[in-house]
């Protein structure tokens, strides 16, 4: 006797749509991986972009911004914006996901 899954679908085509998951969540991370995230913090005085890979790829500054005088409020800034272009890119990434699993819950997956 073959086991069933609900739904009348056959282990082997609930195996063959769980393959398909797979490759559709590599594919989609790859190109999360590849694709640029940016943020702007204190009005534009500060932009970091970053990769899917949370690899920072630029950090670019107002020159007003470099103060020898407050380099605690540089940092800050730095942080903040390398924080939320890390984040963008994590919200993509659960995004693609989201859609690769295409509505399916599976324990231990995501």
Same mark, same amino acid.
């Given at each position: 006797? $073959?086991?069933?899954?609900?739904?009348?679908?056959?282990?082997?085509?609930?195996? $063959?749509?769980?393959?398909?998951?797979?490759?559709?969540?590599?594919?989609?991370?790859?190109?999360?991986?590849?694709?640029?995230?940016?943020?702007?913090?204190?009005?534009?005085?500060?932009?970091?972009?970053?990769?899917?890979?949370?690899?920072?790829?630029?950090? $670019?500054?107002?020159?007003?911004?470099?103060?020898?005088?407050?380099?605690?409020?540089?940092?800050?800034?730095?942080?903040?914006?390398?924080?939320?272009?890390?984040? $963008?890119?994590?919200?993509?990434?659960?995004?693609?996901?989201?859609?690769a699993k295409g509505g399916l819950s599976i324990p231990g997956?995501?």
């Amino acid at each position: 006797m $073959k086991a069933r899954i609900p739904g009348g679908q056959s282990q082997a085509d609930m195996m $063959k749509k769980i393959q398909q998951m797979q490759e559709d969540m590599a594919n989609i991370q790859n190109e999360i991986e590849e694709t640029e995230y940016k943020a702007s913090v204190g009005g534009g005085a500060v932009e970091v972009t970053v990769n899917g890979a949370h690899e920072i790829l630029s950090i $670019k500054m107002q020159p007003d911004v470099v103060d020898p005088e407050d380099i605690d409020m540089l940092e800050d800034l730095l942080i903040s914006a390398i924080n939320e272009s890390i984040k $963008k890119a994590n919200d993509a990434m659960e995004q693609g996901m989201e859609k690769a699993k295409g509505g399916l819950s599976i324990p231990g997956l995501f």
